[in-house]
């Protein structure tokens, strides 16, 4: 199983930055897929989640700036994210959710400049 994430970069407050996750390896259009980020000193943090059937939940810290979507024809999930604050600087994993466990990408770092 393959997990690659892509996107990320550096953008101004107020901005907008779409990530890209690829999954190989899985039954992709069954897999539960979700996002994470882990700041410097903190623990990683839930963000979305999307279920195959297209069903999605969102941590509150998130809801309603980002929005997590997936193209099952591509093998892809986006996390879309609007109104960025230097808060938001972090490294960004998706993770694929196979039958036993959890598969993570190597992530993408996003830096929000004030």
């Known amino acids: 199983v393959q997990v690659v994430e892509s996107g990320g970069g550096l953008v101004q407050a107020g901005g907008s930055l779409r990530l890209s996750c690829v999954a190989s390896?899985?039954?992709?259009?069954?897999?539960?897929m979700t996002w994470y980020r882990q700041a410097p000193g903190k623990q990683r943090e839930f963000l979305a989640g999307?279920?195959?059937?297209?069903?999605?939940n969102y941590a509150d810290s998130v809801k309603n700036r980002f929005t997590i979507s997936r193209d099952n024809a591509v093998n892809t999930v986006y996390l879309e994210m609007n109104s960025l604050q230097p808060e938001d600087t972090a490294v960004y994993y998706c993770?694929?959710?196979?039958?036993?466990?959890?598969?993570w990408g190597q992530g993408t770092q996003v830096t929000v400049s004030s």
């Open positions: 993770a694929a959710r196979g039958a036993y466990r959890d598969y």
């Open positions: 390896g899985i039954m992709f259009r069954a897999s539960t």
């Open positions: 999307i279920t195959g059937g297209g069903s999605t």
